[in-house]
T-cell receptor, first 113, second 111 residues
Framework: GAGVSQSPRYKVAKRGQDVALRCDPISGHVSLFWYQQALGQGPEFLTYFQNEAQLDKSGLPSDRFFAERPEGSVSTLKIQRTQQEDSAVYLC???????????FGQGTRLTVV | QKEVEQDPGPLSVPEGAIVSLNCTYSNSAFQYFMWYRQYSRKGPELLMYTYSSGNKEDGRFTAQVDKSSKYISLFIRDSQPSDSATYLCAMSPSGGNQFYFGTGTSLTVIP
């Protein structure tokens, strides 16, 4: 595709609800990243995939957060039992192998009420 | 102390002014340096990408990296109202798999 596509753009969840956020990376991009951006802050790293392998998940804030990329393309970030502090914009980025320039999607704005 | 420090502003300048945006960092392993522009309610858009020290120019934008001082800059010449956005610096070590971002500087260019 032309760019990184994320869906939904906006999600309102009741506290305790599970949510799933989707990312379609740029076609052919091997690497995929998830970042969390709180209001007024820069993005913070959550996790990284190379193809289908999750090579780094050191940024996931708790075991309620889970990410997968089963076929090395589309990725899903799942948050179980959402809490108010999970409210943020979740950004997905992708890049070609061997190229450190990463391209971001529009993000999913999650609001937990 | 955060690994990347960036003055959040806000910064307000008249149209046509030269804008200087800066970040400092503490990790000497950082080798790749990027500037992203983020409009309200949009994702970050890559503006400039630099490897190691030196300058890089692209149109009205110039990126500078001074690794000895652990200091990077983005200059915008002849600023336009359409440049009004938040500017994020980001950096990563060689072979690194995550980018470390500053908090972003909010810029408004007044017509």
């Amino acid at each position: 595709g032309a760019g990184v596509s994320q869906s939904p753009r906006y999600k309102v969840a009741k506290r305790g609800q599970d949510v799933a956020l989707r990312c379609d990376p740029i076609s052919g991009h091997v690497s995929l990243f998830w970042y969390q951006q709180a209001l007024g802050q820069g993005p913070e790293f959550l996790t990284y995939f190379q193809n289908e392998a999750q090579l780094d998940k050191s940024g996931l804030p708790s075991d309620r957060f889970f990410a997968e990329r089963p076929e090395g393309s589309v990725s899903t970030l799942k948050i179980q039992r959402t809490q108010q502090e999970d409210s943020a914009v979740y950004l997905c980025a992708s890049r070609r192998q061997g190229n450190t320039e990463a391209f971001f999607g529009q993000g999913t704005r999650l609001t937990v009420v | 102390q955060k690994e990347v420090e960036q003055d959040p502003g806000p910064l307000s300048v008249p149209e046509g002014a030269i804008v200087s945006l800066n970040c400092t960092y503490s990790n000497s392993a950082f080798q790749y340096f990027m500037w992203y522009r983020q409009y309200s309610r949009k994702g970050p858009e890559l503006l400039m990408y630099t490897y190691s020290s030196g300058n890089k120019e692209d149109g009205r934008f110039t990126a500078q990296v001074d690794k000895s001082s652990k200091y990077i800059s983005l200059f915008i010449r002849d600023s336009q109202p359409s440049d009004s956005a938040t500017y994020l610096c980001a950096m990563s070590p060689s072979g690194g798999n995550q980018f470390y971002f500053g908090t972003g500087t909010s810029l408004t260019v007044i017509p």
